[in-house]
């Protein structure tokens, strides 16, 4: 068993305009297209902008796109009308039964046209860190989705790969299982890691860097 540690609240400090500079050139560098905005309302703007009408997409778990309200407006339309503006895969996902539709449920979660989340850590030279206990989110981050949107607060800037994984351990972890034993019961773990350190597919990987505090 994982001892959970309390959260190292260092991990939680913003980023530097000369940090975020950094992590944002380096991005470029390696392949990922980096966008720089203030604020978390400005993010979603710029999330909504990237997804064209009618496209399907998959929102992963993750408190960023609950806190910009990017999950709602994705997941749970306010009216008919908006119901159509995208192909919502999370609210299919939910209404499949895992014990009976568990291939129909990897290949959705695999395999989106666009997936939407958030990162764990960034390092000043460009890798891209991700976290799970289950790793149902990786996959389509590694090649399965045609397009991928991470919504990066810049607490996550950390200058290397040591920084990146203490981040992880230190501060993302222990507050992510305690959100995942109120809403589930259970503890959460750093089971599997994803490593991004070059996309060569142009245009698949779009990192919006936000300086504001979001996510864990």
């Known amino acids: 068993m994982t001892t959970v540690l309390a959260p190292n609240w260092a991990w939680a400090n913003l980023a530097s305009d000369d940090e975020i500079e950094r992590a ?16 978390g309302d400005e993010a979603r703007h710029q999330v909504f902008n990237l997804l ?9 778990t993750s408190r960023t796109l609950e806190t910009i309200g990017v999950s709602e407006e994705i997941n749970e339309p306010s009216d008919i009308a908006e119901s159509r503006r995208y192909d919502a895969v999370r609210p299919r996902l939910v209404q499949l039964d895992r014990a ?12 989106p046209d666009f997936a939407v ?3 764990h850590a960034i390092t000043e030279h ?6 799970s ?3 149902s989110q990786l996959a389509a981050y590694v090649s399965g989705a045609g397009t991928v949107i991470w919504v990066v607060g810049s607490q996550k800037i950390v200058p290397d790969r040591d920084a990146a994984f203490r ?8 507050r992510e299982d305690e959100r995942a034993r109120e809403a589930y019961g259970v503890g959460s773990g750093v089971n599997k890691v994803l490593v991004v350190n070059r996309e060569f597919m142009p245009g698949r990987i779009t990192v919006i860097l936000v300086r504001q505090e979001l996510g864990f």
């Open 126 to 131: 460009g890798e891209v860190f991700v976290a």
């Open 133 to 135: 206990a289950g790793g």
């Open 24 to 39: 944002a050139t380096a991005l470029e560098t390696n392949g990922m297209r980096a966008i720089v905005v203030d604020t």
């Open 100 to 111: 009976t539709q568990g291939s129909e449920i990897r290949r959705l979660s695999a395999s």
């Open 117 to 119: 989340g958030s990162v």
């Open 52 to 60: 064209p009408a009618g496209a399907e997409v998959l929102t992963m």
């Open 167 to 174: 981040r992880i351990y230190e501060y993302s972890f222990p």
